[in-house]
């Protein structure tokens, strides 16, 4: 059962990451990515990582994505992606992408493909508090390098915003 839920919310994820792709719309091509990461967070908590499914769930979707939608709500709403649903490229693309899926189901034979045994088998804590511990000690630059680069986006994107106000006036 685990195994179905993980193929269903796996070609959800795909589905709407190609509408992030297609969409020509900056609002719903955001509303798209809030639904590949909600799907991400779905297959996470299937697979029992649920400190990860509520990262994804808290972080991407409800920090980030406000961030995005805030800043596309500050775009020219008479941008001419906005009268064009999708993209001329939308046609190419798909025809690659099916390509691609062949080609890859010609070199896999049709038989599914086995995960690689582990070596050897160490105990790890995979509970909170060691998860909290090596966050902690390991990967909390990473974490705040994310935060002044988004930081920087947001503020790159307000300035360009105000710029072109101030040309337009």
Do not use: C, N
């Amino acid at each position: 059962m685990t195994q179905a839920f993980v193929v269903f919310f796996g070609v959800l994820a795909l589905f709407f990451a190609g509408l992030v792709l297609l969409l020509r719309q900056p609002m719903r091509a955001a509303l798209a990515l809030v639904a590949h990461m909600i799907s991400l967070a779905a297959i996470y908590a299937t697979l029992g990582v649920h400190v990860v499914a509520l990262f994804q769930v808290l972080i991407y979707v409800g920090a980030v994505m406000v961030f995005m939608v805030y800043t596309i709500m500050l775009l020219d709403d008479r941008d001419a992606s906005y009268q064009q649903p999708f993209s001329r490229l939308t046609l190419p693309a798909v025809v690659v992408v099916v390509a691609l899926a062949v080609s890859l189901l010609g070199l896999l034979g049709g038989r599914p493909v086995e995960p690689p045994v582990p070596a050897a088998a160490t105990p790890v804590d995979f509970g909170f508090m060691g998860f909290s511990l090596a966050f902690m000690k390991q990967y909390w630059f990473h974490f705040e390098l994310a935060t002044v680069l988004l930081l920087a986006g947001i503020v790159a994107a307000w300035t360009t915003v105000r710029e072109s106000q101030d040309g337009a006036s």
